[in-house]
């Protein structure tokens, strides 16, 4: 029982530094200097230091990566937090019931 309870505090614990994480990661995306701004397309001002994109390209090429980044982010929370294996003699009790 006590495992139980120090799993959920675990489980807590790991979602508030998950959207800490996820605000202060928003918030650096927020800021761009005013040199940058000048240089990125509009689409980007504000968001992205450097130069901007050189084709269209570019664009498909960031988002596919981004769509990828997400799902495998999303499905690694998602199993860490709810993992769905109730069997008592799978692995996962090895290291839970210590």
């Not at 029982?1 to 799993?7: G, S």
């Not at 927020?30 to 994109?53: N, T």
Request: hydrophobic share 55%; aromatic share 10%; with cysteine.
């Amino acid at each position: 029982m006590a495992a139980f309870v120090k799993l959920k505090e675990f489980r807590l614990d790991m979602k508030k530094a998950f959207l800490l994480t996820v605000f202060v990661l928003m918030g650096l995306f927020a800021a761009a200097c005013p040199v940058c701004d000048q240089r990125q397309p509009k689409l980007l001002q504000g968001i992205a230091h450097g130069s901007g994109p050189e084709s269209n390209w570019d664009y498909l090429i960031v988002s596919v990566a981004a769509i990828i980044v997400i799902l495998t982010l999303f499905f690694s929370a998602k199993m860490l937090i709810k993992p769905g294996e109730k069997s008592d003699d799978h692995i996962k009790r090895l290291i839970i019931n210590i």
